[in-house]
């Protein structure tokens, strides 16, 4: 008999990868429209470099202490759920696995298969039972602090880069345009790219991540240069 081959699915990469492309996202946007602003209002290359390089620090940081926070707290929500379940299996067994039962009924089964499910399922592992079909827990979607944080540092990093490298090489006076240049192919193409991985529509992806940088960069560059006139 031929072995059948494990199916890869998209949702295994959701966890990385909605912290990988909200870090990188964050980090051109950010540091860009940062930038943007700074030289509208002060076009001298080492102030400009100066506030972005702050920027992709402050942004790195931050983005890790949000997204452990955040992520912690899941985590401890669910946690709280599994020592909740563990305490009703040991007062009250039966009704655990009448709850099994009804839920596999719900989903189509006859009462007396359901039943011969749930039976099965608490006798191999009753808690990961109700971990899965009632809480809707699994391996591929559980909680992980560390993980989110380190991806979403990393990328805003990586990200908040590419205006940096614009600034650098761009001529003094042509900051602006190169930097808002370098984003939105930034941003373009990290649209593209997450919805290949995540098997999206491309073209509405980028049009999505690209309008919203534009929205930004011409925002803080108004601001930049009204503040600029003032002061």
Same mark, same amino acid.
Request: hydrophobic share 55%; glycine share 10%.
């Given at each position: $008999?031929?072995?059948? !081959? ?25 540091? #860009? ?5 700074? +030289? *509208? ?8 470099? =100066? ?5 992709? $620090?402050?942004? #790195?940081?931050?983005? *890790? ?21 563990? %305490?009703? %299996? ?27 499910? &749930?039976?099965? $399922?608490? +006798? ?5 039972? %109700? ?8 391996? !591929? ?6 993980? *989110? ?34 984003? =939105? =192919? ?9 919805? %290949? ?7 509405? &992806? ?7 940088? !534009?929205? &930004? ?15």
């Amino acid at each position: $008999m031929k072995q059948r !081959v494990k199916e890869k699915h998209l949702v295994e990469r959701v966890g990385w990868l909605r912290a990988a492309i909200m870090g990188a996202n964050d980090g051109i946007v950010s540091i #860009a429209s940062l930038v943007v602003g700074v +030289a *509208a209002a002060n076009p001298a290359r080492g102030d400009v470099l =100066l506030a972005g390089i702050a920027g992709l $620090m402050a942004g #790195a940081m931050s983005m *890790a202490a949000g997204e452990y926070v955040s992520v912690s707290s899941q985590a401890d929500t669910e946690k709280a759920d599994l020592a909740r379940e563990r %305490h009703e %299996h040991e007062i009250d067994p039966e009704g655990e696995l009448m709850e099994l039962a009804g839920i596999y009924q719900s989903r189509g089964l006859d009462a007396k298969l359901a039943m011969d499910v &749930a039976r099965q $399922m608490m +006798a191999k592992d009753g808690i990961a039972a %109700h971990a899965r079909d009632e809480l809707g827990l699994s391996p !591929v979607n559980i909680a992980q602090p560390l993980q *989110a944080a380190a991806t979403s540092a990393l990328m805003f990093a990586l990200g908040a880069a590419l205006p940096l490298l614009a600034i650098l090489w761009a001529p003094v006076n042509a900051i602006i345009p190169a930097v808002g240049a370098a984003a =939105l =192919l930034a941003l373009a193409i990290l649209g593209g790219f997450g919805a %290949h991985i995540g098997g999206a529509p491309k073209v509405r &992806a980028i049009t999505r991540v690209v309008f919203w940088g !534009v929205v &930004a960069m011409v925002a803080t560059a108004l601001i930049g240069r009204l503040v600029g006139a003032v002061v």
